[in-house]
């Protein structure tokens, strides 16, 4: 970890404007998929620069898991109307998350990105991930990128739970205060997962 610059800046993933810290090497597990000079979020790391989605390449496709019908049709719209994907799929419980997963691996067309809420019945957005996690390495795939939605902040243990999945971030979408600010903050960390894939 850098030299803490006492910046505020907005954390899309956070939803507010927070303390922000500078990685001044790359390298260890703190900086792990940062450059040195990246300005990061000190709740939750997420970088809070330079996620314009100029050249965003868009995700094959997307699986949403939300036992909310309100904000999986908000997700699957912006996903659409900001090219981010054209080909959304939507589950409404970490069961049905993990059904769906599986059926389109083994139609050989894996997804690009999913979004998991974390509160959610049956099976929970964190255990859906861990149980992903281990499907991907029994049958040797590589780590799908997760946008967890929560509703709170991140602390200590929800920054285990997303260095346990990377890569993965999250959104914390109990902050919005309209539906078009979640979407547009929604938008920004997918276009910052999804480069992450290329690179
Ligand atoms: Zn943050």
Redesign the pocket.
Known sequence: MGNDTKEKKF????GEN?DTYFVDRSGGVESEGKKKGDIC??????I?EDISGNDVIPAKSILISDDSAMVRELITDMLKENGLTKDVIASKDGSDFITLFVKKISKKTPFSLVILDVSMPILNGVNAAIAMRAIEKALKMKSTPVLFFTAQ??DENFKKVLTYCKPALYV?KGISSTPDLLASRVSQVIIKLLKDIKS
């Open positions: 954390c899309p993933s956070c927070v979020c000190i709740f939750c790391g997420m809070v902040k991140c914390n």
